[in-house]
Nanobody, 120 residues
C-alpha cells in the first residue's frame, strides 16, 4: 500500500521560512516524479514545485526564487524549503508522486495535505 505523509506545516509570519517533508512508503521513490501542489480556499489547485525522475526541478511562477524542492531517494523523502513566505502562500500543501507524468497532471498518489498559514 502506497502512502505519502506530509509534515512541517504550521503558522509563520510573512518573510519567514518553513520546510515541508513528505515521506513515501510502498513505492521506490527514485522511479517517480514527485511534486508539491497547493490549494487555497476558493482557489484552484496549483503546481508549486516538481522534481522529475532525474531530480531536475521546476517551479510555479509565484514561488520561483523562494521555494526549493529536493529529494532523498534513499530516505524516500521529498522536501520543500519555503523562504520569504507571503500571505498569499497560505494554503494546504499536498505531496504527489507519479510514475509517468511530471507536471500539472501528475496524480498517481497523493498525501493528505499539510496546512501552511502565513500571517502578516
Amino acid at each position: 500500500q502506497v502512502q505519502l505523509v506530509e509534515s512541517g506545516g504550521g503558522e509563520v509570519q510573512a518573510g519567514g521560512s518553513l520546510r515541508l517533508s513528505c515521506v513515501a512508503s510502498g513505492l521506490t521513490l527514485s522511479k517517480y516524479a514527485v511534486g508539491w501542489f497547493r490549494q487555497a480556499p476558493g482557489k484552484e489547485r496549483e503546481v508549486v514545485a516538481v522534481s522529475t525522475w532525474n531530480g531536475s526541478p521546476f517551479y510555479g511562477d509565484s514561488v520561483k526564487g523562494r521555494f526549493t524542492i529536493s529529494r532523498d531517494n534513499a530516505a524516500s523523502t521529498v522536501y520543500l524549503q519555503m523562504n520569504q513566505l507571503k500571505t498569499e502562500d497560505t494554503a494546504v500543501y499536498y505531496c504527489v508522486a507519479d510514475l509517468q507524468v511530471a507536471g500539472p497532471y501528475m496524480d498517481d498518489y497523493w498525501g493528505q495535505g499539510t496546512q501552511v498559514t502565513v500571517s502578516s
